[in-house]
């Protein structure tokens, strides 16, 4: 009977190329199809239900019940048309993952007849009892009530036979419960701070909005090996493997030609998210072996990030149809790179002009500069949360190793940005500009396009890096939810627009001229927030030494970065802002504790279950086979010195093994103990710090002498999928 692992590698070789078929030759002929947008909406909503959703999309304000009743109408009939039987309100709880609960549109009336039957009352909110999602203490069970209320800036979707309409997560008490409240309140307040400053500027501009272009890493692994392989079954991650002879050294996977099998399965799964008008553009092979990504066109921050997820799902769902597991871990496999999800981000205007793009006048440069440095002024001040916005459990693994920005939180401009900067900053002195002065910087400004244009160096070791026309968030991991380090962020960048507000009109009030105030008051902020700023190189260790002379925090403990949650600023800063209260802060906080809490329990027991199980076994079967061949040398031997040379190397293997083997189970039982220990201990604040200071340092030290043992054992017996056949098969 061969082992599961050899029947896996069977199954492979069985593995066919799906054929895919395109709905048309041009995508844009089915983009969108299973979309409810403005379009199929004017096709089956009354002018008057057409105008109101528009409005509220654009404005944000409520929907009048009766109207609300037209557009469930409508919906329904087009959600029928498209073959929907049932729907749900699609949302975000707080497990990172997307939620839903069918029901059908089925209805019986007084005479028992079956019909259709979808309203306002329905569309508008739904009562799922949710009690078993993450509340972090926010609910009791006896009040376990939650609502889900529709969301109509992002559109509703089909997806299969269901109509899903997406929606915000509150309590009964009207705390949010899910990332989509939060995320759609700050960009509401960046919309209101940015708007005003914008109007220094340009009187046209009455909306500001920030865009999403999210880039999403993942790996494939064929669904037989990932089978046999339940450390990667139930933590998305191996938690053993020695390392294979080939990986990513020779960089050869980088932008080469997809393989075949994996190719048909990003079509397939790309003409579903373009039906779901999902603009996906760029597909390639990431670094390491097995490592792919694909990014969309950049959309408005609550539908891309909708989009996202909804992606996401997708290529879960489509994988299976291929045969494939999709892996959004952060760190699947130890030495070769992780997995990152890119969040580029920048600010557009209802006049259509991109604030972080220079434009060709000088008016139009100083109010790029001016976002721009309030943006790094924003991510100076708000240091802390920013990182916390982007620590977990899976993530930990990725910063700060050597492929992945760290976890200091710097900004990198590029050499020309930089030089202006320190242009604006000696230039204007704290004494009133002559006009000549006035006149140069002038000049200086009105230059930026062109520098920018030859302006090509990029930074991929930053975390926080401008990329000519935005900034590149590249610290957010590949599974999480992008909505958290977007809330941050444009809360974070909100808030500092508001200080520049005051601090601007200030100056104005004391009769200083507007563009002389804005620089002033710029030059503060680069001065200010010049420590920040970093253009080398952010993987080096030089940079965590001067980052530190620099004041900058780097805090790689999972539970100490958390904690910046629930500090006293940024209580303040959400509080102010009105996007989550102290109590909405304190259950995140705790969720994301007990999050990384579960996920490193998870992991020790897998851990101790495949040591005791799998590997322990198969050593000590091994070493019987190398005893017994010693015990038979003896046979054939002439003479003990004979045989000593003969049984030599055999009988140190046995001895190696033996001592891995007695390491392994005796760190096993160790890890027990004090998973034990950590258990007793009620609440999450505190148990963390025994499972990521005492337990999490189990888990490498006993994987390390997996690892040795992997590379001494028959390679017939071993049980588990090795990196090789893990990282190569596609
Ligand atoms: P690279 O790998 O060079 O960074 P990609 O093409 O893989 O570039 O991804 C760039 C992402 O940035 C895309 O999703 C793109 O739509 C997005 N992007 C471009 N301009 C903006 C913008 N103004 N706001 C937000 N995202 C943007
Ligand atoms: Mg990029």
Redesign the pocket.
């Known amino acids: 009977m061969p082992t599961v692992r050899f029947r896996a590698l069977e199954d492979i070789n069985k593995r066919e190329i799906l054929d895919i078929e395109f709905p048309s030759d041009k995508i844009s002929d089915y983009f969108g199809t299973n979309v409810f947008d403005l379009n199929k909406m004017q096709k089956y909503l009354s002018k008057e239900a057409y105008l109101g959703v528009k409005k509220s999309i654009e404005t944000g304000n409520k929907i009048e019940r009766r109207i609300a009743d037209q557009i469930a109408a409508g919906m329904k009939d087009w959600a029928i048309s498209k073959g929907a039987t049932h729907y749900t309100h699609w949302f975000h709880p707080l497990t990172g993952n997307t939620a839903e609960k069918h029901d059908t549109f089925l209805n019986i009336d007084s005479q028992g007849n079956a019909f259709e039957n979808f309203d306002g009352e329905l569309l508008a909110q739904q009562e799922p009892d949710a009690s078993s999602f993450p509340h972090g203490g926010l609910r009791n069970t006896f009040e376990a009530r939650g609502y889900t209320a529709w969301d109509p800036s992002s559109p509703a979707f089909v997806m299969g036979k269901t109509l899903c309409i997406p929606t915000i997560f509150i309590s009964y008490t009207g705390e949010a419960l899910d990332y989509k409240t939060p995320l759609l309140k700050s960009i509401q307040s960046l919309d209101k701070s940015a708007t005003e400053v914008c109007r220094y500027f340009d009187k046209n501009v009455n909306k500001v909005y920030a ?5 999403q890493e993942y790996f494939l692994v064929d669904e037989a090996l990932y089978k046999a392989r339940p450390d990667l079954a139930l933590t998305g991650r191996t938690l053993m493997g020695h390392a294979s002879a080939k990986d990513q050294q020779l960089s050869d996977h980088y932008f080469s030609s997809i393989p075949e099998r994996v190719l048909a399965y990003m079509k397939d799964f790309e003409i579903e998210a373009h039906k779901l008008g999902i603009p996906i ?2 597909r390639h092979n990431e670094v390491a072996p097995n490592q792919f ?1 694909c ?4 959309e408005e921050v609550n539908l891309a990030n909708d989009h996202n997820l909804l992606l996401m799902e997708l290529m879960r769902k489509i994988a299976g149809k291929h045969k494939f597991k999709v892996l959004f871990h952060e760190k699947p496999f130890a030495e070769i790179n992780g997995s990152g999800k ?1 969040n ?3 600010l ?1 205007t209802n006049t259509g002009r ?1 604030l ?1 793009k220079p434009g060709n006048t000088p008016k139009t440069n100083l109010q790029f500069l001016t976002f721009l440095i309030n943006i790094v002024k924003a991510v100076k001040t708000h240091n802390d949360l920013l990182r916390a916005s982007i620590v977990s459990a899976g993530n930990q693994h990725r910063l700060g190793a050597n492929e992945a920005p760290p976890s200091i939180i710097s900004v990198f401009l590029g050499i020309k940005l930089t030089e202006i900067l320190n242009n604006i900053e000696q230039r204007i002195q704290n004494k009133k500009m002559t006009s000549d002065e006035k006149t140069e910087l002038k000049l200086d400004i009105g230059k930026i396009p062109e520098i920018l244009l030859d302006n090509t160096d990029r930074n991929r070791t930053s975390p926080f890096a401008f ?1 000519g ?2 900034f ?1 968030f590249r610290a957010v991991g590949s599974s999480e939810n992008s909505a958290g380090p977007m809330i941050a962020l444009n809360t974070a960048v909100a808030e500092q627009l508001q200080i520049f507000k005051t601090d601007v009109d200030t100056l104005i009030s004391q009769k200083m001229k507007k563009d002389e105030a804005i620089l002033k008051i710029l030059r503060k902020y680069i001065i200010e927030s010049k420590t920040v700023r970093f253009e080398g190189n952010g993987y080096s260790r030089d940079w965590e030494k001067e980052a530190e002379k620099r004041g900058l925090s780097n805090i790689k403990s999972v539970s100490e970065a958390l904690k910046a949650y629930i500090s006293k600023e940024t209580v303040e800063l959400f509080e102010k802002h009105k996007i989550l209260n102290r109590k909405e802060l304190a259950s995140r906080y705790e969720i994301k504790i007990c999050e990384y809490v579960q996920k490193i329990q998870i992991e020790a027991r897998v851990l101790g279950d495949l040591s005791i199980n799998h590997i322990i076994p198969t050593a000590i079967k091994y070493q019987n086979v190398l005893i017994s061949s010693v015990k038979d040398l003896k046979d054939i031997s002439n003479d003990n010195e004979e045989y000593q040379v003969l049984a030599k190397s055999r009988i140190e293997t046995i001895k190696k093994i033996s001592r891995l083997a007695t390491a392994i189970s005796s760190k096993v039982e160790e890890l027990t103990d004090t998973r034990k220990k950590a258990n007793i201990i009620e609440n999450c604040t505190d148990r963390i710090q025994i499972y990521e200071f005492e337990v999490k340092p189990f888990l490498e030290d006993i994987r390390y002498h997996i690892d040795k043992l992997e590379l001494i054992v028959d390679d017939e017996i071993w049980p588990l999928p090795k990196y090789r056949e893990l990282l190569f098969n596609r």
């Open positions: 865009t999403l272009g999210w880039e553009k760029t990504e990014a969309p066109i950049f890119h580029n981000w920048s557009a991109n972080l990329t026309n935005r590149e």
